[in-house]
């Protein structure tokens, strides 16, 4: 276990290592700091996004141009029948479920990247106790809010609304369930991450304003190359 | 693949649970599609491994010898498609070609028939026959089932050519979806169906299949028995007009939607002789609703269920019929050039052929030209319809003539033209 992680994902740590140190003696703060290798990570990784959403764009294609047909046979066929002419229509369009798995080498390709960023914020001692605009310390959990004499954490939900905004962009191109599921996802993050140090979700708000920008782009251009596409 | 797979899964292990918290939602999404595809393939993997066992657990008895190559193959489901393949079997052996006939049914009257150059044998039905079929080694195979390589019947390596040739005088409009796609080709009856595998070929890119077109075998056969037949007006005491009720099987047949209405409206006028002809798989799928049709319209001497092997006595009797989109219609009309009365709105085109084309085949849109096309609205009216129908009769010549181009040309010769196709494909191999 501990050899993969060194080989797929401390050399990714190492990189924000390095760009959170630069940055910071470049302007002398930690918070922007953060702000900007975050944004450089993401930079660096648009030719990853865009290549794993082209593969499970593929993948929703082929599935939605098989949809009708299939819909059809459901409405008049019967347990190995049915299987029979869900099978064939596989073999139509060249396909096999197994294919699903393609949008599966996205998500290898992006995984290293997530736990890298993980494993690198949640041991970045240079952040604990130092101060950001209103955030007064990077290292521990934000409460901004002064509600029933405790404090009420802001950034999660700051990042949640932005993780909805982009969940709705995104979920233009997705089926009914998929959109359900990511609206879930989103609510599930703010779950999870309500106590987590105000650096990270700092990092990973910028990381999901980027990824608003990026779902924009990505949705115009994936619109654009369907629309571009011979119907078969 | 397997390879990437596992390590993807090793990653997802290794990493701390909340990790996936940080995901945007693209990513996200990505998780959830994954999850989504894996549950597919576990259940379509479980289907297919349950279904192959299915495949295997034919008997070994009345095997063939499977490791023996074959020349020419001809396999017939039963005893109903023998007029199908009487005319082609006749011809190959009378021209010497070497011939293994192979049925479904062991009362097949192929079995009983004496050849010089065809051998006959029973493979037994359903997955016997397939095991066998699929597992064949043959220069050619020629077959009335369809669904080749979609359904039970897989293409073997061991055979070179597979041939189907349509069993009906209508066109492939009904058959399932993709009923011919897999065959090397098909040896139809005229232009609708030529025109109709061209349609579908089209629309699904599929590899052009030869198509021959030899008329009707067994159109050829009920010529001949309807020729030496001698049938004389027998059935009925009294000669009055007499109907013909003769549709389809199944929940969109004539019978399943509207029989008792129908029957009862022909039997309460009093006016003619009824003979009812349910297609024999009625007897069989729907036993149900044929014994409670049975029960409530018993034979009398103006009513008379039909269940002979071919209905040519009972199409010798008739003035009129009164169908949905069986067949059978266009064997009546070629036959004996009588009109017929259709309801055909209710046809089910989802899961078959019909659904993949533009517009309705050729055989479909006669039917507006043969009788009248009805609803069940029209029922009420029938006994007007019926009589109006029979005396514009004398039109349909010229309709029938334009018909059998297009559904049954060459007339006599559908064995003889089949026969010389088969005989031009194995000089190839």
Redo the contacts between chains.
Sequence with gaps: ?NI??MI?CYPIELLMEFLAGHFNSLIGSQGFSLILTSFSINIIMIPV?WY??KL?QR?RNIQAEMKPKID??K???KG??L???I??IHK?YNYH??Y??R??????I???F??A??HFLSHYSAIKGVPFLFISDLGSPDMLLPLFGAGVNVLPFVMTAI?LV??FV??KM?SKM?RI??YV??V??LV??YTSPAGLLLY?TC??IF?FF??VV?VKLLQNQKKTAPAL | MYHLIMLSLLLFAVTPSNVYAYLDPGSGSMIVSVIIAMVTILIYVTKSFIYGKMKSLGKKSDMPDIKREYNVVVYSEGGQYWNVFHPILRELDSRGIQTMFFTSRNDDPGLAQEFTHVEKKFIGEGHNAFFVLNKLKAKMILMTTPGLGVLQIKRSKGVKHYSHITHATGTCFSYKAFSLDYFDSVLVGGTADRDLIAELEEKRRSQKKQVEMIGSTYLDELRIKLKNSGYTYNMFGEKKTTVLVSPTWGSHGLLSKYGQKLLKTLSDCGKFNIIVRPHPQSFISEKNLMDELMKNFPETESLKWDREKDGLNSMFHSDIMISDFSGIIFDYLFLFERPVLTFKSQFEKRGREAMDLKDDSYDIKLLDRIGKTLAESDISEIVSLINSSISEKQALSAVVKEAEDALARHPGEAGKRAADFIQSVIKTI
Excluded at chain 1, 103 to 108: E, K, M, R, Y
């Design positions: 276990m993969l992680y797929f996004f794993a959403e499970q993948e059809e046979y409405g008049v066929f190995y029948e299987h029979l002419y099978s064939n139509q479920p197994i699903a798995f949008s599966l080498l996205g998500l290898f992006q995984l290293p997530f736990v960023t993980y993780n982009s969940s995104y979920g997705l998929e599921n990511i996802i989103a599930l993050f999870l991450l990973w990381n999901n990824s990026k779902s990505f």
